[in-house]
Each structure stands twice: as C-alpha cells, then as structure tokens.
T-cell receptor, first 112, second 115 residues
Framework: QKEVEQDPGPLSVPEGAIVSLNCTYS??????FMWYRQYSRKGPELLMYTYSSGNKEDGRFTAQVDKSSKYISLFIRDSQPSDSATYLCAMSADDSWGKLQFGAGTQVVVTP | EAQVTQNPRYLITVTGKKLTVTCSQNMNHEYMSWYRQDPGLGLRQIYYSMNVEVTDKGDVPEGYKVSRKEKRNFPLILESPSPNQTSLYFC??????????????FGPGTRLTVL
C-alpha cells in the first residue's frame, strides 16, 4: 500500500464551482504538507504548504490538514479554466523532510 | 533568469547502454532532488541531496546513481538502463533557508525511453 493515496480523477467542474481535492496518508510522522500544481508538459509548481494540523488560506485556495484522520484537502473557490491542471499533494516527516512522498495527482478540468 | 535546466530533454536508448541526465541550477540552492513520474503513480523520489557531497536515497533509488560534486550540478546516472526505467524524469532544487517550506523549483523534464 502506498503511503500517500490520491484519487487520480479526472475531476470535471463548471467554471465558478468549488474544486475539492484530498489525499490520505498512512505515515503518522508526516508533518509537512504541500500542494503542487502541474500543467501539461510542465514541471510541478508549489501552490501551498502547511505544517502539522490546521487551515491555511491564500486567495482562492484553502489547504486543510486533519492529522487525526490522516487526511489533507485543497479547496479552490471560484474555479477558472486556467485552474485546469493536475494537482499533487506531497508530504514529509520532521526527521527527513528532504524525502518527499507525493500522491499520484488529481487531474482537474474546469469547463467554461 | 533563475532556472533549473536538464539535458537531454528527450532520449531514446537501448537496454544496458549507460547514460547520464544532467541537471543544473543557477539559484545557489543547497537542496537538489531527482524524481520520476509515471502514469497513475505520481512523482516518486529517486535521490536527493542536501548539499555538496551529501546524497540520500528516495523511494526508488534502485538502478540509479547520483553525485553532487558541485553545488549547481546534480547528474543522474543510469549504469545499465532497463525498459522499466522508461519514464519522465524531473530534477528540482530549493534553498534550505527557512527549512522545508521552501518551494522546489522543477526543471522542464527529461523523457527517457529504454528499448
């Protein structure tokens, strides 16, 4: 079983809708949680990061971490066609934070 | 322009023929890492380096070698490539100041096919 599970999608939503993405994980040592966005034929780029539990908001993006459930989420409000991409969660532990575990990525399609 | 460069961008080779994929960054980053990306599996870390002469295994290091003799370069070596190493490879780098929150900057990717 993979340490990080993520539904690959695709997830199709109409423009303006809320996109909800999530990952589950099994390693309770994970403390650092990140979301990356990857456009087709490009390298990933960091969207958001959080440490331990809690919420973080940045513009239209909200990241949530529930360590008790080993579950992280990313919400995109007022979605735009330009948000169409693959979203990958990533996480690492305190004692080896250079070693990252990525989810498989969820493909999101926002239709005009 | 701050960037991570990889060469070659595309490579088709045959089983057993040693190859090197180069990675270079011009941002004076301490941390560098190699990943492979396969459909349905996401990004999997091969090796990473926290600084010159310091390298550690990621999740899938078998069949790969790396070295970090200079801060800016982190080549990935496949001594005897096999078809199961056909994949899209990404190199990434980040600063260590501020800890793990620093964004990893990814290169454009190298698409490798091993026949």
């Amino acid at each position: 079983q993979k340490e990080v599970e993520q539904d690959p999608g695709p997830l199709s939503v109409p423009e303006g809708a809320i996109v909800s993405l999530n990952c589950t994980y099994s390693n309770s040592a994970f403390q650092y949680f990140m979301w990356y966005r990857q456009y087709s034929r490009k390298g990933p780029e960091l969207l958001m990061y959080t440490y331990s539990s809690g919420n973080k908001e940045d513009g239209r993006f909200t990241a949530q971490v529930d360590k008790s459930s080993k579950y992280i989420s990313l919400f995109i409000r007022d979605s735009q066609p330009s948000d169409s991409a693959t979203y990958l969660c990533a996480m690492s532990a305190d004692d080896s934070w250079g070693k990252l575990q990525f989810g498989a990525g969820t493909q999101v399609v926002v239709t005009p | 322009e701050a960037q991570v460069t990889q060469n070659p961008r595309y490579l088709i080779t045959v089983t057993g023929k040693k190859l090197t994929v180069t990675c270079s960054q011009n941002m004076n980053h301490e941390y560098m890492s190699w990943y492979r990306q396969d459909p349905g599996l996401g990004l999997r870390q091969i090796y990473y380096s926290m600084n010159v002469e310091v390298t550690d295994k990621g999740d899938v290091p078998e069949g790969y070698k790396v070295s970090r003799k200079e801060k800016r370069n982190f080549p990935l070596i496949l001594e005897s490539p096999s078809p199961n190493q056909t994949s899209l490879y990404f190199c990434a780098s980040s600063s260590l100041s501020g800890g793990p929150y620093n964004e990893q900057f990814f290169g454009p990717g190298t698409r490798l096919t091993v026949l």
